[in-house]
């Protein structure tokens, strides 16, 4: 009998993590007035952070990895972006960087991401 998708071990955390990565290139896309001035731009992870999130779920070889490596890279942008900018962001950015770190976290040392992200 053929375990279904939702049912192996992992998938929810793998979810959680998936929507997180596409609720962070959404709400940088489209409420960017919460990171930077009405005439800034800011785009973290960007459509490809979509694409990759739903080949996360969908099992696509080095996701996971390539995942990592741009998200670690989108918290040291957020890091320096919160150190130059003042306190008008810093809530914004702070919220952004405890959420990547997250993600970061589960990509790169949660077992049950890595479980069933390798089956």
């Known amino acids: 009998m053929k375990i ?3 049912q192996e071990k992992g998938f929810y955390l793998t ?20 990171f930077v001035h009405e005439t800034g731009n ?15 779920l ?9 995942l990592a490596i741009i998200i670690m890279f989108a918290i040291f942008g957020v890091i320096s972006m919160m150190i130059n900018l003042g306190k008008d962001f810093l809530l914004a950015y ?22 069933y992200v390798k089956k």
């Open 15 to 34: 979810l959680l993590t998936s929507t997180f990565i596409i609720l962070i290139s959404f709400v940088t896309d489209h409420y960017k007035n919460l």
């Open 58 to 66: 969908f099992k696509v070889r080095y996701t996971r990895q390539l």
């Open 94 to 115: 702070s919220i952004l960087l405890l959420v990547l770190v997250f993600v970061e976290y589960q990509l790169f040392f949660s077992i049950p991401v890595l479980r």
């Open 4 to 6: 279904k998708f939702y």
């Open 42 to 56: 800011i785009k973290i992870i960007g459509g490809i952070g979509v694409l990759l999130a739903i080949g996360l």
